[in-house]
């Protein structure tokens, strides 16, 4: 609250309190078939904040597209997506693991939305 005025009267101004953004994690899922040496991966996405039972329903959400999309069968109860404080280490790990999967010869598929 501030005042402004002066001598006799004054005129109260309130201003709204600023929010800030609620805080997110760069979250990013993948899968890997060592038999037909693909990777199943998406891209880092920027999600809310949440507990880790939270990124494990992501990670359904994903072997679920992967299963459709593809004629897998991955266990939707797994733990396939990954949860990062920033951006830039989301893009790190993910770049990492498909730079490792590429030297092994391996496809790299995107998933893409799910």
Known sequence: M????????MLAVVTPFARAAPPTQSVWCSASDPASQRLFISHPYQ????????????????????????????????????????PHRAATAH?????????????????GIF
């Open 2 to 9: 501030t005042f402004a005025g002066a001598g006799m009267g």
């Open 47 to 86: 999600l809310p904040m949440t507990s880790r039972m939270a990124l494990y329903a992501y990670g359904g959400r994903f072997a679920r597209t992967v299963n459709l999309r593809f004629g897998m069968h991955l266990v939707l109860e797994g733990a396939y997506c990954h949860g990062f404080s920033t």
């Open 95 to 111: 770049a990492d693991l498909i730079g490792r999967q590429a030297a092994r010869d391996f496809q790299i598929i995107s998933v």
